[in-house]
Nanobody, 115 residues
Framework: QVQLAESGGGLVQPGGSLRLSCAASGINFSIYVMSWYRQTPGKQRELVAGITRGGTTNYVDSVKDRFTISRDNAKNTVYLQMNNLKPEDTAVYYC?????????WGQGTQVTVSS
């Protein structure tokens, strides 16, 4: 059974940084496409960043040059380094693991950017 456990969320001031982690179990992690999504109340879940098994990354325009997604296949973990955070980055951040058409989600971690 796939389990994804996010951590690293919290409250940070504008301009600050956070690093989210997502530890995966129950899957052959190295062959999965791993992604981070975020969601705010009343809005659809939004893809923030993704990384393929080959290490190719993609980002939503609003986080380019501020966020970095990476993966450590030895630790079955994907990370999201978030720098220069803005109030509009406030959301629940979800980890997603996808292989072909099958996807699994973590429980989410809250990120709040506020002074």
């Amino acid at each position: 059974q796939v389990q994804l456990a996010e951590s690293g969320g919290g409250l940070v001031q504008p301009g600050g940084s956070l690093r989210l982690s997502c530890a995966a179990s129950g899957i052959n992690f190295s062959i999965y496409v791993m992604s981070w999504y975020r969601q705010t109340p009343g809005k659809q879940r939004e893809l923030v960043a993704g990384i393929t098994r080959g290490g190719t990354t993609n980002y939503v325009d609003s986080v380019k040059d501020r966020f970095t997604i990476s993966r450590d296949n030895a630790k079955n973990t994907v990370y999201l380094q978030m720098n220069n955070l803005k109030p509009e980055d406030t959301a629940v951040y979800y980890c997603n693991a996808r292989l072909m058409a099958v996807a699994s989600w973590g429980q989410g971690t809250q990120v709040t950017v506020s002074s």
